[in-house]
């Protein structure tokens, strides 16, 4: 046990500044099955659940273009190393709206019996949406916000919720996320 | 291949260990100057040039060679569309400064990159495809040099990139599109191992082929794959991988279909050793950002015909 525990030891002396391993107990009820609660990170970073029709908001990453920040928390499972995709589907055609992103993420900040992601930006999927090459069109379309999970057990749930991207005021971010991104 | 070989003299002439290349008969060159790249330090320049010539007709390119001196990390070309911080006129370098703020070439298209210091890329088109420019248009080329802990660089820094006109043919040539994509929020720490970070970039309004691709990202990177995906974002099969950070292959020759609607898959795998130390400030963590010795990227380039639109997936 102290073998496997000795790099993270050793880091921690020698890094000064290494974070702390998270906590990793199972989480929730073992004979239940995995439970879900879509969210998606406002301007401020802060999640929040997602009900039917909300508004997810289309955020300016550090290079260029929009993502929206969503996806998960979760109860009955492996919180840590969990991995979740999430992308938003065009309720009209079926197809994708935006691209997927899929990362792993620890799901040990607990809210309401649910575990968020440790991090906020890094652990939430980051969907690239803007701009759009298909001409789709993502600001204001309905859209499904497409969530699945899976942890270290491979015990896993998807999650679907109805959302509608939105720019909030940004005058940019309505054009190049509109369906003539090449016009901006 | 001979003659090229001939032509990339190293060590003959100029600076020790710098690359030579002769001009394109037809076409263009476009050439960085020597410069130092100190001990314990990474280098990134922009160089600024116009496509030579006048008038509209476009210039079609169909033979691309690009020669790095030994220790680069990367060299891009870019067409210049909007001007944040950084700009200048033909002949302009940019060194450091804005030219390490990606936010600054947002949305300018690219043209070409090569990630083989001390190698050359040779890299002739398929037949009816060709690279379009036009005379007067600007481009800014892109070096990085790394001469530090990941990464070392025994002469000086400098890049050369010739491109060649297309035979004249009684067809219009298909026009070479390309595809930048990049992950912006990554974070690697110390421990971590075979933790990976995935998208989707979709740019097949129509149908298209790719034919070539090359991964980029830094140290901890220990797998880049690329997959073709469809129209639902679901991968499909893997035409790239690469297992080696500092000489990712640029795979040409490819002849990958994409469907309506689909675009490509990439993942970028990652580990760190538990003493290692990215970014002190930073819990030792490796984040987004162009530095090789503290930062992160998982960025993907992708070169396709038809060309649809200037495509990037942030």
Known sequence: MLLRRLPALLCAAACGQARPPPTCEFAGDAAQPVQLEAFALDASGAPAVLREGDAVLLQRPPQGGYVIYAGVAARNLEPCGVTVTAYLIDRATGNALTNLDQRRADLTSQSNGYGFPAQSYTQTPNIPACPDALHAGVVGRAAILHAELTDARSRGATIEVGVIASCASDARCACLCGPNPSQC | ?314
């Open chain 2, 1 to 314: 291949m001979k003659r090229l070989a001939l032509l990339l003299l190293m060590g003959a002439c100029g600076g020790a260990h710098d690359v030579q290349l002769a001009p394109p008969k037809e076409g263009f060159q476009l050439a960085t100057d020597a410069f130092a790249v100190p001990l314990g330090q990474e280098v990134q320049r922009c160089y600024f040039f116009r496509v030579p010539g006048s008038g509209t007709d476009p210039l079609w390119v169909s033979h691309i060679v690009a020669a790095v001196n030994a220790g680069s990390h990367h060299m891009n070309v870019f067409r210049v569309r909007s001007i944040v911080a950084l700009d200048g006129e033909d002949g302009t370098v940019v060194d450091g400064g804005e030219c390490w703020k990606s936010g600054n070439w947002a949305d300018w298209p690219l043209v070409m990159n090569s990630q083989e210091g001390g190698q050359i890329v040779d890299w002739t088109l398929p037949d009816g495809v060709a690279h379009r420019f036009t005379p007067g248009e600007k481009l800014m080329l892109q070096s990085h040099f790394v001469n530090a802990a990941t990464q070392k660089t025994p002469g000086r820094g400098k890049a050369i990139v010739n491109f060649e006109r297309a035979a004249a043919g009684a067809a219009t040539p298909m026009e070479l599109g390309t595809v930048f994509a990049t992950d912006q929020n990554i974070r690697i720490c110390p421990g971590d191992q075979g933790v990976a970070f995935a998208q989707t970039c979709r740019f097949a309004r129509q149908p298209v082929t790719v034919l070539a691709a090359n991964g980029h990202f830094h140290s901890r990177g220990v797998k880049f794959e690329m997959f073709a995906s469809d129209a639902q974002n679901q991968a499909g099969a893997q035409f790239y991988v690469s297992n080696a950070w500092n000489d990712p292959p640029f795979l040409r020759g490819l002849a990958v279909p994409i469907a309506q609607g689909g675009g490509v898959f990439f993942r970028c795998t990652y580990s760190m050793a538990a003493g290692a130390c990215a970014d002190p400030n930073d819990h030792c963590c490796a984040t987004f950002g162009p530095h090789v010795e503290t930062q992160e990227h998982c960025n993907a380039f992708v070169y396709y015909y038809p060309k649809l639109d200037d495509a990037t997936c942030f």
